[in-house]
């Protein structure tokens, strides 16, 4: 129902994505190869006849007929029945679905201007018809009334699920409000959407604005050549010829960091990175940001909330804010010992370097990467040649899903893609028959997002007869012409990750899109996808797929040996990144309605130092002033999920090595019982079917190396 940003567009996500009664379009053209289904199989989408003009007149036509569609449901004089209310809903906008589907995956993989226009121009309509929706009184009058008496209607457990599931999403955006606190509602969306908006603009400006510039070569000892030849390509074409110019990433820490020699540059890019929008003037965004944490308060406090945590946690895993705060607290003992191991080495490798300073921030990784030097004498690079990209996926994430789920693949040439770089597989079940589809995009290009991600070009559901079209899309770099693609082992692990979300959109078998599939919470949706991960060093399957490119032989196990522990490496300051920005969100949407705006330097200061962690060394992942997750995209009193969902993955990864692993019969209970439900069960009670127990802090510390037990 609502768009699931990590995951574009699932069709639930699009299923309602609304459309106001402005019924004025015209036919569309049955030239336009959105006016009818694809006649391909499983009606992937015609990449063959799409043209970039097609999509805008047909996402316009799509509103427009389900907005009729909508309003006849609304309207309709037969009491209310889940046919023709809930199902009837679920049916509508067949159009606008299957085009919005092939639009966002193309918008977000393969964008131009003509594509960027499209966006700009329905984006916002888009987003004011699903208001109109919502708060329409007559249809919300329709699911109440089927609601109140879900007991008696004679629904299976399926249908009750999904009645219950738009019922949450009805209130969740404001149906049951009185007429004043609708016009409240929509005013305070108003005004926080504008706010998204502007915070976003001032961080990328500053973002860009506070990149380092560097006018002395020598200062940038310690990158390699390409790095500097970048460096001085960026200035020049910011006209500073003659300069270099490090551009900041979107974290807290810089990759730079861990190979720049000189601590004076180190500092100076550091201290860029930490006051990119803290430098006063226009481009600031402290104000903004406490103007939206007060507005969201008072948000929640018109559904009856405490704070704006409790407002969005209500529909999640977690439930409540104590429950994520309880979560976090079960880490920080561990985490904090860690840290201060960790820190105690890095000042001792300083010490020993003839050097008399006091450890900071912007030390940290060049001392981290100088210990782990000295302990493991490894480097990314020894392993990438046993990394070729179409064996580790073929011998790697297929083999190991075939071992797990009995389901094979077969290549698909015949179907079109919107990029030559993509192929298209057909996956068969365990009996042979047909599952879904899915294409794979993994290399980088400049009209491609950054990040990885899956979605549906077609949603399963039995209501609608259609099987899953999935897609991975990744950023690894492309290699030279007739080159083997040799990756690192964090873009294995992605592929592990996607195919993950993949499995999750391939073994739905619901009947109703609003359930299917990765319709799923924020803090649910990364438990496939983080499970399949562990899959990657599983000694059978790591033996299968880490072949060098040329000789064919395996990995020597001493590199393997290597791999392994490298991942447990630096966890204090890479978890503890993720555990005090997590801390800050939670701490950000706490504050009441009548809580008065907040001083953010203050507001942080103190929420850092109550948090028991070294946030002085290890500072959060993202400051408040550019925490763009938590302000403006989709995970504000979220970002908590990532951490939540590692504990259920690696909860139940140590479930299968304790029921023996890499088994069919393993593999089968944990389809049935999680990966083929959707959201066709609450999720506590899904995991608990699965494990007989509620998910355990144990194994991902274990799994994060905190358990005490390494050197
Ligand atoms: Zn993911």
């Known amino acids: 129902m609502t768009r699931r940003p990590w995951l574009y567009a699932a069709t639930a996500a699009t299923c309602l994505a609304g459309w106001s009664a402005v019924a004025t379009a015209a036919t569309l053209p049955a030239s336009n190869p959105f006016a009818a289904e694809s006649t391909l199989p499983y009606h992937a989408p015609r990449f063959d006849l799409i043209k970039d003009t097609d999509y805008q007149p047909a996402l316009e036509q799509g509103m427009a007929e389900q907005a009729e569609e909508i309003d006849r449901i609304a309207n309709n004089s037969e009491p209310a029945t889940f046919e023709n209310t809930i199902a009837a809903m679920e049916r509508s906008g067949r159009l606008l679905d299957r085009t919005l589907e092939t639009f966002s995956g193309v918008y977000s993989a393969n964008t131009n201007p003509v594509l960027d226009k499209v966006q700009e121009v329905v984006g916002p309509k888009l987003s004011a018809h699903q208001d109109s929706i919502f708060l329409n009184p007559k249809l919300f009058a329709r699911v109440q009334y089927l609601h109140a008496r879900k ?23 404001g149906a049951q409000l009185s007429d004043g606190d609708k016009a409240k509602l929509r005013d305070l969306n108003t005004r926080l959407s504008k706010l998204e908006t502007v915070f976003q603009q001032k961080l990328l400006a500053g973002t860009k604005a506070s990149a380092l510039i560097v006018s002395d070569k020598a200062k940038l000892a310690g990158l390699d050549d390409a790095a500097i030849t970048a460096a001085l390509t960026a200035a ?13 990433q979107n974290t807290t820490q810089q990759p730079a960091l861990e190979s720049l020699t000189d601590r004076e540059t180190r500092q100076a890019l550091f201290e860029q990175s930490w006051t990119r929008v803290e430098k006063g003037g226009d481009g600031d965004t402290r104000d903004t940001i406490a103007t939206i944490a007060q507005l969201r308060a008072q948000k929640a406090a018109l559904f009856g909330y405490k704070n704006y945590a409790a407002y969005v946690l209500a529909d ?3 439930k409540t804010p104590e429950a994520v705060h309880s979560f976090i607290a079960q880490i920080v003992p561990a985490l904090a010992a860690e840290q201060k191991r960790e820190a105690a080495d890095i000042q001792a490798t300083i010490t020993k370097s003839g050097a008399s300073f006091q450890l900071k921030p912007w030390d940290w990784s060049y001392y981290a990467g100088q210990v782990r030097k000295a302990r493991l004498n490894f480097d990314e690079n020894q392993v990438k040649p046993y990394f070729e990209l179409n064996t580790v996926l073929q011998d790697g994430v297929f083999f190991a899903a075939n071992r797990l789920y009995g389901i094979t693949f077969k290549r698909r040439t015949d ?17 042979g028959s047909e599952l879904g589809l899915i294409y794979f995009d993994y290399f980088q290009r400049d009209n491609k997002n950054g990040g990885a991600w899956m979605s549906n070009f077609v949603g399963q559901s039995a209501l609608l007869g259609t099987k899953p079209v999935v897609y991975n899309v990744g950023n690894f770099t492309k290699p030279a012409q007739g080159e083997p693609a040799l990756i690192s082992f964090d873009d294995v692990t992605t592929m592990f990750h996607e195919f993950g979300h993949a499995l999750h959109g ?9 359930i299917s599939g990765t319709s799923v919470a924020r803090d649910f949706v990364e438990f496939p996808s983080q499970f399949n991960e562990h899959w990657a060093l599983n000694a059978t399957v790591l033996a299968h797929y880490a072949r060098h490119y040329k000789t064919g032989a395996p990995m020597p196990a001493s590199l393997v040996a290597l791999l392994k522990k490298a991942a447990t490496f630096n966890q204090g300051y890479r978890l503890g990144e993720v555990v005090s920005a997590a801390e800050l969100d939670m701490d950000w949407h706490s504050l009441g309605a009548d809580a008065p705006k907040q001083d953010v330097d203050v507001f942080e200061k103190s929420a850092l130092a109550k948090m028991g962690l070294k946030t002085d060394l290890v500072p959060p992942r993202y400051r408040s002033s550019y925490f763009l997750h938590i302000w403006s995209n989709g995970y504000s009193a979220g970002y908590y999920a990532y951490l939540w969902t590692e504990m259920l993955d690696d909860d139940t990864f140590a479930w299968f090595e304790k029921n023996g692993g890499l088994t069919r019969k393993n593999g089968e209970r944990f389809r049935d019982m999680i990966l083929s439900r959707g959201h066709t069960q609450d999720y506590g009670p899904m995991f608990r079917a699965f494990y007989g127990k509620d998910p355990d802090i144990g194994p991902m ?8 037990s390494k050197n």
């Not at 020049?236 to 900041?248: M, S």
């Not at 510390?701 to 005490?708: C, K």
Request: glycine share 6%.
């Open 415 to 431: 179907i079109p893609t919107y990029n030559p770089d993509v192929m298209v597989f057909e996956v068969f079940d365990k009996d």
């Open 701 to 708: 510390l274990t799994f994060r190396g905190l358990n005490g």
């Open 236 to 248: 020049k074409e910011r006209k500073l010829d003659g300069k270099w110019l490090l551009p900041l």
């Open 506 to 514: 391939l073994f739905a078998k619901q009947t109703y899109p609003i």
């Open 151 to 173: 007991a008696t209607l004679g629904l299976n457990a399926e249908q009750k699920q999904a009645l219950d599931v738009y019922y949450q999403n009805f209130v969740q955006a």
């Open 316 to 318: 999640q895993m977690a």
